[in-house]
């Protein structure tokens, strides 16, 4: 059963902001929201996390709506680079049998000069 | 730190020979993770570990695919025999507890001719 909805592409200039949405209305309270990207021919890579509060670090900006129901990943100035396949995964962070990351299909960004 | 290492980067094996996948996961990190790559199923996870046990292996796809980690530093996914199906990228991955992000290696592609 998928826990997140996202549209399969989308693309921006480069240069310009990146707003990937993901849906996950069926979101527990104890669920974090993670995303990881995939650049072509490469192992996952993690992004950013976070619960309800909005979260920023030196990749991203993961904006957490209140209800908590959907999301948005935000790449401030994308980049040639930044080209890669975006999933957003919902996930319990505890230890035990219910750690494990499932991913989707995700969103293929595709960044143009 | 080198991050997950895996070997080899690429294997290509006749059909019925046995293939072993290594990995060595980030020192310090508790648990790992075998994931396989295919363009028609997506990520797949197959098993993971939580310090050195296995936890979960409801992902390996049949008896023919077995992992071990005898160790925290070095663990191996088997195939006997492969078939060409098994072709993939199989991905490697380690973290320091459910909350924090996963860090994936580089992968191994296997083609099975």
């Known amino acids: 059963d998928a826990k997140t909805t996202q549209p399969p592409s989308m693309d921006c200039a480069e240069g310009r902001a990146a707003n990937l949405p993901c849906n996950h209305s069926t979101i527990s309270g104890n669920e974090y929201v993670y995303w990881y990207r995939q650049i072509h021919s490469q192992g996952p890579q993690y992004i950013i996390h976070g619960l309800k509060n909005n979260e920023t670090n030196e990749m991203a900006s993961l904006i957490i709506t209140e209800d908590r129901k959907s999301s948005t990943l935000i790449l401030p100035h994308a980049t040639l680079r930044d080209t890669a396949v975006y999933y957003c995964?919902?996930?319990?962070?505890?230890?035990?049998?219910?750690?494990?990351?499932?991913f989707g299909k995700g969103i293929t960004l595709s960044v143009r000069p | 730190d080198a991050g997950v290492i895996q070997s080899p980067r690429h294997e290509v094996t006749e059909m019925g020979q046995e293939v072993t996948l290594r990995c060595k996961p980030i020192s310090g990190h508790n648990s790992l993770f075998w994931y396989r790559q295919t363009m028609m199923r997506g990520l797949e996870l197959l098993i993971y570990?939580?310090?050195?046990?296995?936890?979960?292996d409801s992902g390996m796809p049949e008896d023919r695919f077995s992992a071990k980690m005898p160790n925290a530093s070095f663990s191996t996914l088997k195939i006997q025999p492969s078939e060409p199906r098994d072709s993939a990228v199989y991905f490697c991955?380690?973290?320091?507890?459910?909350?924090?992000?996963?860090?994936f290696g580089s992968g191994t592609r296997l083609t099975v001719v």
């Open positions: 570990f939580n310090n050195n046990v296995p936890i979960d």
């Open positions: 995964i919902v996930r319990v962070a505890f230890t035990g049998a219910n750690s494990k990351l499932t």
């Open positions: 991955a380690s973290s320091s507890g459910a909350y924090y992000g996963y860090t």
